[in-house]
């Protein structure tokens, strides 16, 4: 990829890369081709799934709140694509926040849907990181076993925790 754009995904993309990493360490992401830099985590971010959409969006959190993401990269053509997926701009606004590989574009909604949030879309739990536990893929399961924990053992982490600070 020459021009080393960076993405954060945290709910779907994650699923889509995961189940299409290759040995390279390319995905293919709906109609785009991304390759998969690692993990990274932010801080102060949490994740839900408001029943209203039926899928993952971040809502700012507390100090306690430490939520692995997966980077891509990828080029500007590639970002167009993600961009019309995304909903850039009406659903989600692009945003760029740091990671361990560098800064990066995160989606995150635009004040509409945040402000359509109930306190039950608030309060829910996060139930994304079972659904990507249904992932079969060995390679991403051997590459990235923090998404995949063995049931009863926590597994040592050695990923840089970076800000969830957003970088206008």
Do not use: C
């Amino acid at each position: 990829m020459t021009d080393n754009i960076l993405v954060v995904g945290y709910g779907t993309f994650i699923v889509h890369a995961l189940q299409t990493l290759k040995p390279d360490g390319t995905a293919q992401q709906w109609q785009w081709d991304v390759k998969v830099l690692g993990l990274s985590k932010l801080r102060y971010w949490k994740r839900i799934i408001p029943a209203s959409l039926g899928y993952p969006i971040l809502i700012p959190g507390r100090k306690t709140d430490v939520l692995d993401v997966l980077v891509v990269e990828t080029d500007e053509g590639n970002l167009e694509a993600i961009d019309r997926v995304e909903g850039h701009p009406n659903l989600y606004k692009r945003h760029n926040i740091n990671t361990r590989f560098g800064l990066a574009f995160i989606y995150l909604p635009t004040n509409k849907i945040y402000k359509s949030l109930t306190d039950e879309d608030l309060a829910r739990g996060d139930t994304w990181p079972e659904r990507i536990k249904l992932i079969q893929n060995p390679i991403a399961r051997g590459r990235f076993p923090v998404f995949f924990p063995r049931q009863g053992i926590r597994l040592n982490e050695k990923v840089l925790v970076t800000s969830g600070t957003l970088v206008e």
